[in-house]
């Protein structure tokens, strides 16, 4: 029987974040459907990313291309990775690029006529927007989409800054064991940079001092926010495998600024971790307040909201636990939407 298309994902990495989460599930989840997959860094780094280890424990192909080819110019090096491949019959069918780097370089092969016969399909991950020199990269990115043959955004706030037509597709996350009940802490789960609002957290924590909130990241507002931290937020710095701190995990604050549809939303919903957040994004679609989790207006109202939680019986606080988990099996499981991605591919799932 002949192997199903090969597919290249390919990005940047250095860190692990929602891109990265993103990544290694949707890898996982197309080699579950047999299609042959390889995650393609661009660039090498020292310590060795995160991602790459992880997907090494899960025996999914990686390359990367400065390592396969450091004496290419940079631009040149995913041409070379083609014709390479090519020659040895794994010439791929796909490449789908995530981050901004990985789309210019598809989008650069491209022009230079090196993925004429291949799909290139761009996903857009990112709410905020960037400052300084990533400012200017964006703005490529965006204006030179049309260069893929289709391109894909997690929320309805991203879609509106391209400018191209693109399909809307959900994040998702593999099916996960339900949470049992912790000691009502509450955490903040990302990176400590303006536009997450781990400030806001903060002051969130500020206004309960008999509670537990932990924050697990690392950024460049960790310092002056563990100037300003009450004695009850805990930091613990970055997270190399959230598997485990969830499961000490009972509520997750959302105090972003920007968002799309961030992936510790859905990893601690798949848990039967509930959710306080603003109304970002598409938070609001995955969210049925009172019932799986909760969409606050402002401050005042995300500290009132808090405050019926943590007044809230075992009984009701499983009950709502248990719809958390509900609705990302049903809407935002990896089941569900790898078909859906294999459909944008022109592919069979």
């Given at each position: 029987?002949p192997?199903?298309?090969?597919?290249?994902?390919?990005?940047d990495?250095?860190?692990?974040?929602?891109?990265?989460?993103?990544v290694?599930?949707?890898?996982?989840?197309?080699?579950a459907?047999?299609y042959q997959?390889?995650?393609?860094f661009s660039?090498?780094?020292h310590?060795?990313?995160?991602l790459?280890?992880?997907?090494?424990?899960?025996?999914?192909?990686?390359?990367?291309l400065?390592?396969?080819y450091?004496?290419?110019?940079?631009?040149l090096r995913l041409?070379e990775a083609?014709?390479s491949?090519e020659?040895?019959?794994?010439?791929?069918?796909?490449i789908?690029?995530?981050?901004?780097?990985?789309s210019?370089?598809?989008?650069v092969?491209?022009?230079?006529?090196?993925t004429?016969?291949?799909?290139?399909?761009?996903?857009?991950?990112?709410?905020?927007?960037?400052?300084?020199?990533?400012?200017?990269?964006?703005?490529?990115?965006?204006?030179?989409?049309f260069?893929?043959?289709?391109?894909?955004?997690?929320?309805?706030?991203?879609?509106?800054?391209l400018?191209?037509?693109?399909?809307?597709?959900?994040n998702f996350?593999?099916?996960a064991?339900l949470?049992?009940?912790?000691?009502?802490?509450v955490?903040?789960?990302g990176?400590?940079?303006?536009?997450?609002?781990?400030?806001t957290?903060?002051e969130?924590a500020?206004h309960?001092?008999?509670?537990?909130f932990?924050i697990y990241?690392?950024?460049p507002?960790?310092?002056?926010l563990?100037e300003i931290?009450p004695?009850?937020?805990?930091?613990?710095?970055?997270?190399s495998?959230?598997?485990?701190?969830?499961?000490?995990?009972?509520?997750?604050?959302i105090?972003?600024?920007?968002?799309?549809?961030?992936?510790a939303?859905?990893?601690?919903?798949?848990?039967?971790?509930?959710?306080?957040?603003?109304?970002?994004?598409e938070?609001?679609?995955v969210?049925?307040?009172?019932?799986n989790?909760w969409?606050?207006?402002?401050?005042e109202?995300?500290?009132?909201?808090?405050n019926?939680?943590?007044s809230l019986?075992?009984?009701?606080?499983?009950?709502i636990?248990y719809?958390?988990?509900?609705?990302?099996?049903?809407?935002y499981?990896?089941?569900?939407?790898?078909?859906?991605?294999?459909?944008?591919?022109?592919?069979?799932?």
């Open positions: 029987m192997l199903n298309p090969v597919i290249w994902l390919l990005l990495s250095r860190s692990f974040g929602g891109i990265e989460t993103h290694l599930e949707l890898a996982k989840g197309l080699l459907h047999n997959v390889k995650v393609v660039n090498e780094y310590p060795v990313p995160p790459e280890t992880a997907l090494n424990q899960s025996s999914i192909p990686t390359m990367t400065s390592r396969e450091p004496n290419t110019h940079p631009l041409k083609i014709s491949a020659q040895h019959n794994q010439r791929p069918a796909v789908h690029t995530h981050g901004y780097k990985g210019l370089l598809a989008r092969t491209r022009l230079i006529g090196y004429n016969s291949i799909r290139i399909v761009s996903s857009f991950h990112a709410g905020e927007t960037p400052k300084g020199r990533v400012k200017l990269y964006d703005a490529l990115d965006r204006f030179s989409a260069l893929s043959e289709q391109r894909i955004c997690v929320s309805r706030t991203i879609q509106s800054k400018p191209y037509r693109s399909i809307l597709v959900k996350v593999p099916k064991p949470v049992s009940l912790a000691s009502r802490s955490a903040f789960v990176r400590l940079s303006e536009e997450k609002g781990p400030d957290f903060i969130m500020t309960f001092p008999s509670q537990d932990h990241g690392s950024g507002m960790e310092t002056l563990k931290a004695p009850n937020v805990q930091f613990h710095g970055h997270q495998n959230m598997n485990e701190v969830w499961q000490s995990v009972d509520l997750l604050l105090t972003s600024r920007y968002e799309g549809l961030p992936m939303a859905l990893e601690a919903m798949s848990r039967g971790i509930p959710v306080i957040s603003f109304e970002l994004g938070l609001p679609s969210i049925d307040t009172g019932s989790g969409i606050t207006s402002s401050p109202d995300m500290r009132a909201t808090l019926t939680w943590f019986s075992d009984a009701k606080r499983s009950q636990k719809h958390a988990q509900q609705t990302i099996e049903l809407n499981s990896t089941d569900v939407v790898i078909p859906t991605m294999l459909g944008v591919y022109g592919l069979k799932a």
